[in-house]
Every structure is written in C-alpha cells, then in structure tokens.
C-alpha cells in the first residue's frame, strides 16, 4: 500500500500535538511555562518526526528513542526541574499520551471502523482523517483544562486526606486535611511546620473576640498585634508570609496549638511544633477537607 504524506499537514500536526501535549502536561504537573519555550521544543520535535520518515533515518525510529527524545522536550520545556518533579512531568506526559491514544481507539469502535485495517493512512495523516486530530487536540485540552481540577478535587482527597486533631487547653477540634506536598510554609522565626486551616473550620475554638480581630485584621494583619487579647492567647499568634498567585507576599494569621494529632491508617502521631495558619474562604468547594498539612509534620510528630 503505498503511503502518501502530506508535509504541510504533517509540520502543523505535530507542532500542534507537541505543543499540546506538553501544556496539557505542565497544567496536570501544576508547573509554570512559558509559552516560547513550548513552542520552540514542539518544533524541535517535529523536527524529530521528519526525520524519523526519511528512509536514511529509519534507524531513528525505535522506542528508546522516542522515550529519549520525550525526556528531552520535558526538560527543554521545563528545566531546571528537580528528579521528582521532573518524573512526574513524564509520568503526566505518557499518561495523556496513552489516554489520548485510547480516546482514538474508542471512538473507531464506535464508528465501526478499525485503525489498524488502516494504519497506513493515519500516519500519512491526509485531510481525510483530519477529524482525528481535531478529536485528539479537543481531547488534550479537556484533560489540560480540567483535569487538574478532577484529580484535586476527587482522587486526591480519597489518597491524602487524614484526621487530625487541634487541641488548645482543654478544647479540641477534629478535622480533614488533605497531605499537600505544595505546603512548604514555615514559621520564619522558629522553622516550624505549618498547617493552613479554614477560619470557619475553628469556629468553636477560637474565642469570639478572636474571630472578630482576624477578621478586622485582614487589610492589615499587623493591626492583629495591637489589640488587648487574653493572655493564653496573646503569645500564640504569629505571622506567616507565603507567596501564591495573585499574592506575592501575602500574609496569613496563625497560632500555636497545644498539640496536633494526625490519625493515619497505621497509627496517630501526635507533635506540639506546629503552627495552624489561619484561611478564610474554602480550601475545597466540596468540603472534603478543611485544612493543607505540611508533610514536614511527619518527620516532626512524636517530638
């Protein structure tokens, strides 16, 4: 069968693919971009894909290599990444790769054709089967837009959220935190870990007057430290600063518990070094949990 390509279609697809492909990755990756960076590393993969057709570069086409040259596009794209990081990138990359790939599969069932009865004029990709692209990009930027959003919202709360208990004096409040490898705050002064907590969460253990300051305070959190507070509480508080987007040097309220109890599967462990940051608004549209605990605390409880 004799295979005709179409170098035009061919350039624009898989620029197009790559491009895709690798945004798709950074959103899931929850990694910042830039858009030149993709594109030129999208175009420097096409490039790949030209030669591999070329009969004196056949032996470019293996699989190693295609690993190889996907690793390299990552690290163009997003270097400098750490190890884990960056084998999450590849993980994310592979995983939309195959899905979108599956999502093709599928939808010839459906249609009661079969690709590999014409495997030759997929990959001559000629404006006959140009639906298929439009279905792959459709089907990358979905999974991109929303997917991220999916796996915070209903496989992440199912795999990393724990119990944890805030006890102050003889008061203690029971909670849902989800584990956030994200949350590297710390008390500036003392280096201890933090825990990020809806203020509404702590409703009942915080006192009223209490609620009505951080809520006053929250233009101007320093306001915080020039009111008469109870004694227990007025040497508790501190300030956290943090950086996100839209917030570059924000700062959040927090305070220092008598002791924090995380309730894993395999046993509770309990620390005094922790400070619970203080959040209005919801960390999870659907309350699956209240507070952002610092993997740091592992290392710390029982201390």
Request: net charge negative; proline share 4%; charged share 15%.
């Amino acid at each position: 069968m004799k295979l005709v390509v179409y170098l035009d279609l061919l350039l624009g697809v898989n620029l197009m693919m790559n491009y895709l492909l690798l945004w798709a990755a950074a959103k899931l990756s929850d990694l910042k971009y830039k858009i030149w960076r993709l594109l030129l590393v999208s175009l420097l993969g096409t490039c790949y894909t030209i030669l591999v057709i070329l009969p004196q570069f056949s032996f470019l086409n293996r699989i190693f290599i295609h690993i190889i040259i996907s690793m390299l596009m990552i690290l163009g794209s997003f270097a400098p990444l750490k190890v884990k990081k960056f084998f999450k990138v590849v993980g994310y990359f592979y995983l939309i790769t195959f899905a979108t790939a599956g999502g093709i599969l599928a939808l010839y069932n459906l249609t009661g054709g079969s690709p590999l009865n014409s495997l030759a004029g997929i990959l001559s990709i000629s404006p006959d089967n140009l639906w298929l692209i439009i279905f792959a990009s459709l089907f990358i930027i979905i999974i991109g837009q929303f997917g991220w959003i999916f796996i915070q919202q209903k496989i992440l709360p199912n795999i990393f959220c724990l119990g944890i208990e805030i006890t102050f004096g003889e008061q203690v409040e029971e909670l849902v935190a989800l584990v956030d490898t994200g949350n590297h705050l710390q008390d500036p002064l003392t280096k201890i870990p933090v825990i990020v907590v809806e203020l509404e969460a702590l409703a009942d253990l915080l006192p009223v007057e209490v609620i009505k300051l951080l809520e006053s305070a929250e233009a101007d959190q320093s306001l915080l430290f020039e009111q008469d507070i109870e004694t227990s509480w007025a040497k508790r508080f501190r300030l956290i600063p943090f950086s996100s987007l839209g917030a570059e040097n924000g700062m959040l309220i927090g305070f220092r518990p008598d002791e924090i109890l995380i309730k894993t599967k395999e046993e509770e462990l309990s620390t005094d070094r922790a400070i619970i940051a203080l959040k209005k608004g919801k960390l999870n549209q659907n309350d699956d949990y209240q507070a952002l605990l610092n993997p740091e605390l592992f290392k710390m409880s029982g201390t």
